[in-house]
T-cell receptor, first 112, second 114 residues
Framework: DAKTTQPPSMDCAEGRAANLPCNHS???????VYWYRQIHSQGPQYIIH???NNETNEMASLIITEDRKSSTLILPHATLRDTAVYYC?????????????FGQGTILTVHP | DGGITQSPKYLFRKEGQNVTLSCEQN?????MYWYRQDPGQGLRLIYY???????QKGDIAEGYSVSREKKESFPLTVTSAQKNPTAFYLC?????????????FGPGTRLTVL
């Protein structure tokens, strides 16, 4: 699986957009980019995923660069409840098919 | 409501005892997973099951065992052979085994060995 690099922590003001970057420079053509988040002491929650095109759902937007070496998760109007650890994951095929590898993620703190 | 349940939420055991963590899903998902999380760390895959009556070792299977006799159930046994069992255990499921499939997680069980 390709490795990902995320900043260990970020801050965001409530009501503003939170832009969380992820570097995955060794990503291969068949790997998807997934984002999950984990609120303290709870199970992770799926947010969004994509392959090449930008994606948007009710929770967030995912912007993937044209070379696919990096991506950005955008929470358009962050609230205090968005404070969590955000994980960027790339998922390979072959023997790792279906397996998610969670790194240490980015701790996002949304403040009033 | 459809979802994944794990019980109990908190579990204490004495060193040397085996303990079984429950995981049940009513999502009609084929694939199920067990992860372990240590403080300040990401999740590590213990075991996974692509379909009923089948399961495979993940990255850290030593000291753990599982069964998958029913589609909706995937219990994890932490045996006395597991050297550092104190951790947060998370169960997940997905509709099928595959790179495009979202995993849904349960609330977790926090195991403490006394």
């Amino acid at each position: 699986d390709a490795k990902t690099t995320q900043p260990p922590s970020m801050d965001c003001a409530e009501g503003r957009a939170a832009n969380l970057p992820c570097n995955h420079s060794t990503i291969s053509g068949n790997e998807y980019v997934y984002w999950y988040r984990q609120i303290h002491s709870q199970g992770p929650q799926y947010i969004i995923h994509g392959l090449k095109n930008n994606e948007t759902n009710e929770m967030a937007s995912l912007i993937i660069t044209e070379d696919r070496k990096s991506s950005t998760l955008i929470l358009p109007h962050a609230t205090l409840r968005d404070t969590a650890v955000y994980y960027c994951i790339v998922n390979a095929g072959g023997t790792s098919y279906g397996k998610l590898t969670f790194g240490q993620g980015t701790i996002l703190t949304v403040h009033p | 409501d459809g979802g994944i349940t794990q019980s109990p939420k908190y579990l204490f055991r004495k060193e040397g005892q085996n303990v079984t963590l429950s995981c049940e899903q009513n999502l009609n998902h084929d694939a199920m997973y067990w992860y372990r999380q240590d403080p300040g760390q990401g999740l590590r895959l213990i075991y996974y099951s692509q379909i009923v009556n089948d399961f495979q070792k993940g990255d850290i299977a030593e000291g753990y065992s599982v069964s998958r006799e029913k589609k909706e159930s995937f219990p994890l046994t932490v045996t006395s052979a597991q050297k550092n069992p104190t951790a947060f255990y998370l169960c997940a499921s997905s509709k099928m085994w595959g790179a495009t499939d979202t995993q849904y997680f349960g609330p977790g069980t926090r195991l403490t060995v006394l």
